[in-house]
């Protein structure tokens, strides 16, 4: 199933399964995120806006979503918290947005959806949109390399894969150079599980086709 299908499905059920995890583990990680961008901001896979809270003062944001339902949970939440913010239904293999628009590009968990034919297209555009000085932040889900936090995740996968279209082995750094981005820092942020990629449009060319 794709991710259109996959997100307006689940949408209605998306903050309430998440929950744990957002309060447990995501929230602090949101606000680390979000303390390093200022500026003219993208929030890419939006989803229901569990990053609102954590927009820096004085930064103007744009979210974009591929779900119309997820989309729906998100200007809820826009009107209930008084976020400001644009959101747009958009394809981040494909965004209408000019060159160079953006001072920071964020991404929390939309790479482990993304499949691995989408990786690059989608920094592709997404190095398109960034100013040359610009910030692009990728958070997400990889498999943790000691044997039973990586069996735990083996477990978890078909769950994750069905409800969520979400896999743990994206590998997208692999896809960086070729997509005209340089990696300027990896961390992990919870464990070995959750990754941060900072990256920034490599200064030497545009992306190899
Ligand atoms: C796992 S959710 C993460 C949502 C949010 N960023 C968060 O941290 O809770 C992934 C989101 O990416 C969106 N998405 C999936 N594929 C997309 C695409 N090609 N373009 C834009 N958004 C997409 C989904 O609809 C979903 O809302």
Redesign the pocket.
């Given at each position: 199933m794709n991710?259109f299908k996959t997100?307006n499905r689940i949408a209605r059920l998306y903050d309430l399964l998440?929950l744990p995890f957002e309060y447990g583990r995501?929230r602090p990680l949101r606000r680390v995120l979000f303390s390093r961008l200022s500026g003219t901001l993208l929030?890419?896979?939006?989803?229901?806006g569990?990053?609102f809270p954590f927009y820096p003062d004085g930064s103007r944001v744009t979210g974009?979503?591929?779900?119309p339902a997820?989309l729906k949970r998100a200007r809820l939440r826009k009107h209930k918290l008084g976020t400001e913010i644009d959101l747009a239904e958009?394809?981040?293999?494909k965004m209408e947005f000019a060159d160079d628009s953006f001072d920071g590009i964020i991404?929390?968990?939309?790479f482990?959806?993304?499949d691995a034919d989408?990786q690059q297209p989608?920094l592709e555009e997404l190095r398109r949109v960034c100013r040359p000085d610009g910030t692009i932040l990728i958070l997400e889900y990889v498999l943790p390399e000691s044997p039973l936090p990586r069996f735990i995740m083996k477990l978890w996968a078909p769950w994750v894969r069905f409800a969520?279209g979400?896999e743990f082995d994206r590998h997208t750094e692999q896809y960086l150079e070729a997509a005209g981005l340089e990696l300027v820092s990896k961390e992990f942020l919870y464990k070995d599980i959750i990754k941060l990629l900072t990256v920034r449009p490599d200064a030497s060319g545009r992306p190899r086709n």
């Amino acid at each position: 199933m794709n991710n259109f299908k996959t997100y307006n499905r689940i949408a209605r059920l998306y903050d309430l399964l998440d929950l744990p995890f957002e309060y447990g583990r995501y929230r602090p990680l949101r606000r680390v995120l979000f303390s390093r961008l200022s500026g003219t901001l993208l929030d890419a896979g939006v989803g229901t806006g569990r990053n609102f809270p954590f927009y820096p003062d004085g930064s103007r944001v744009t979210g974009i979503d591929l779900s119309p339902a997820m989309l729906k949970r998100a200007r809820l939440r826009k009107h209930k918290l008084g976020t400001e913010i644009d959101l747009a239904e958009m394809n981040v293999i494909k965004m209408e947005f000019a060159d160079d628009s953006f001072d920071g590009i964020i991404s929390t968990f939309l790479f482990c959806v993304l499949d691995a034919d989408h990786q690059q297209p989608a920094l592709e555009e997404l190095r398109r949109v960034c100013r040359p000085d610009g910030t692009i932040l990728i958070l997400e889900y990889v498999l943790p390399e000691s044997p039973l936090p990586r069996f735990i995740m083996k477990l978890w996968a078909p769950w994750v894969r069905f409800a969520y279209g979400a896999e743990f082995d994206r590998h997208t750094e692999q896809y960086l150079e070729a997509a005209g981005l340089e990696l300027v820092s990896k961390e992990f942020l919870y464990k070995d599980i959750i990754k941060l990629l900072t990256v920034r449009p490599d200064a030497s060319g545009r992306p190899r086709n």
